[in-house]
């Protein structure tokens, strides 16, 4: 019997691993990443389509990048699996930090489970970007402020801002994938599983499909940073969207 804490995550019988299919695109499933994802990553992220438009990896993205990264978030998806698992006899389900399925996977007509990306929704720790959002100078004192109240609220504080990373492949671009990924990640685990009530998106000015993508799922656009990042010589504008759950027509969780 599956452990009800996963809910509403399913069980892949033949493997045990946790999934959460997507409420649109239904061949699309979120599982967590696999030691075989290490060889995807690369190809993937040197991709200029995707490698322009993401903040962190390195140009150009190695195996030994791929391999660091996949034992971090491993690590992050496990640690959560742990804690669902331990409160398994719990009258009710628990609150966590994150969602333990963020591997992006189309399921093909042979059952074959194809890597296209990754997802994951995590409390914002740009104090930067919060002072920023709460509309005061980001000196260094109201920076350290801002994260510092930010990491400091507990699990379920529907003060917690948080924020959005993802990718995933150029050949599946333009196919509203994305968009079901956000919108299902969102409602189905982030609101009802981790306490989500406030989001920030950040995207380069220019990333047109992006800012559509936050905008299908109610973020607004709330503001626009000029020329407020350096990225390998390239100065990038910085677009804010913010996504507040009393402010946007309510899905089931379910």
Known sequence: MANPQLYPLKVNARTGEPFLRLKNHTNIILTPHRSSDIQCYPPILNDPRVHEWVFTPVNPYLPEHAEAWFAFVQARSNAVLSQLEAAKDAQDLITVSECPVRAIREVMENGEEVYLGDVVMQR?????????????????????????????????????????????????????????????????WAVPRMGVRRVLATVFGGNHGSVRVFQKNGFVLTKRLESYLEVEGKIHDFLLLEWKFDTVDKQPSA
Request: aromatic fraction near 6%; glycine fraction near 10%.
């Open 124 to 188: 914002c720790t740009d104090g930067k970007l919060l002072a920023v959002l709460a509309g005061v100078q980001a000196e260094e004192d109201e920076v350290a402020r801002h994260a510092e109240e930010n990491s400091r609220r507990c699990i379920g504080d529907p003060e917690i801002i948080w924020d959005f990373g993802d990718y995933h492949k150029p050949s599946h671009h333009g196919q509203g994938i994305m968009t079901d990924v956000v919108g299902t990640l969102l409602w189905r």
